[in-house]
Each structure stands twice: as C-alpha cells, then as structure tokens.
C-alpha cells in the first residue's frame, strides 16, 4: 500500500535578477543536501532556479520548507537585495523515486504540489500546503499564510538563529556560543524571527499532518 509523502516544489523568487548564480546554486545545493540528510529525503534541482523534495514523513514537511527558505534568507548579498523562494508543499500518496527516475515521478502528492506552486505564482505568498482533505487545507491555510508573512520579513540574522534552534535543540547561550555572539543578541533575532510562533506553528501543522489525510 503506498503511503502518504510530503512533495515540497519550488523555485526562487526573482532569480532571473540574482547575479551571483554559484553562489545561488551552492547555497539551493547545500540546502537539499541538508534536508536529504535530516529528513531521509531525495531532492532534485531543474529549471535552475527550481527545485523539488521528497519528504517520506508529511509531518516534516513544512520544517523542511522553512529549513530552504532560511537558507536562501541567510545568504542573501544584503537586506536590499533579499533571497527567498515560493514553496508548495503537497501532501498525498506516493512513492519516493529513485534518484535516475525523479523527472518521472508522479502521484497524488507530486501532482498536488506542482498545482498549488503555479497557483502561488500569481500570488504575493510563498508559502502553502495542500492535502486531499479540504477540511484539513482550510484548517491550515490562513496559520500557514500567517507564518509565510513572518518569514519573508526576516533578516539575514533572523534565518540564521532559527535554522540553528531548528537543527539544534540548544539553550539560547548554546546557540550563542556556536555563533560567536552575546546570549542577548540571539533573544533579540529569535524576538525579531517570532521564533516561538514559528515553533508552535510547526508544532501544530506536524501534529494535524501525522494524523493522517
């Protein structure tokens, strides 16, 4: 029987205007090797600028998604010239393709993701989650829309500490040590991030995603 997945799809915001393009595609490359690792995901880069993970539990889905985004926030050139990307999650069947097989990787969860990233594409949001339930979309829609609109007014800083409380289950001091910074500097930018709205969110969209769909 196949099994529900998480199907994130994706591609950066503006890229045709980013000129640094290997420092962009070391930071979308860097990115997936880290979600492939911390996840047992499979991910795969097209159309330059695009890209698309297989998570095989749909309830670390919108970590990894968050996970992408600070990672293109982090390494933006500056705070007038911002990285980001819209992301689709799709939650359904299917399966995790073979590395050689991804470009023919189909199912309910791929063809999900895919529509809702084109109907993102005439939207200011980059950020949203689709499943088979409508009940369960609606639940989720209007937090997750709440959540996207705090990540894409962080800073550089901001990404940086929440992709580090994300990866690491630390003391504020820990994380403060790990960076080279004052404790009280990592509470102002997990302040500034909404660090604990963003935590309980996901706490949240996880708990509702492993109850199935």
């Known amino acids: 029987m196949t099994a529900n997945i998480g199907v994130l799809t994706g591609d950066v915001v ?3 205007r980013i000129t640094d ?13 880290l979600i492939e ?3 047992k995901a499979r991910g795969d880069r097209y159309r330059g600028d695009g890209f698309q993970v297989v998570i095989p539990d749909p309830s670390d889905s919108m970590t990894a998604a968050i996970l992408i985004r600070a990672a293109l926030i982090q390494q933006s050139p500056s705070r007038q010239n911002m990285w980001d990307a ?8 299917g399966d995790v393709p073979e590395p050689q097989r991804f470009a023919q990787a189909d199912g309910e969860a791929f063809v999900l993701s895919g529509q809702r990233l084109d ?4 939207t200011a949001d980059r950020l949203a989650i689709v499943t088979p339930s409508a009940e369960l979309d609606e639940t989720l829609a209007l937090v997750t829309r709440f959540a996207d609109d705090i990540l894409s007014h962080w800073s550089r ?4 500490v929440v992709a580090l409380s994300l990866l690491h289950e630390e003391s504020q001091q820990a994380l403060a040590q790990r960076l080279g910074r004052a404790q009280p500097t990592i509470n102002r930018r997990l302040a500034a991030a909404r660090w604990s709205l ?3 969110y996901l706490i949240y969209t996880a708990s509702k995603l492993a109850q199935g769909v």
Do not use: P, V, Y
């Open 37 to 39: 690792e911390r996840f």
């Open 119 to 122: 109907a993102l594409s005439d």
């Open 198 to 200: 963003i935590r309980d």
């Open 21 to 33: 393009k290997d420092r962009l595609n070391r930071t979308l490359d860097d990115a997936l090797t």
């Open 14 to 16: 503006g890229s045709q």
């Open 86 to 93: 819209r992301i689709a999650i799709g939650i359904g069947k």
């Open 157 to 160: 800083f901001s990404a940086e």
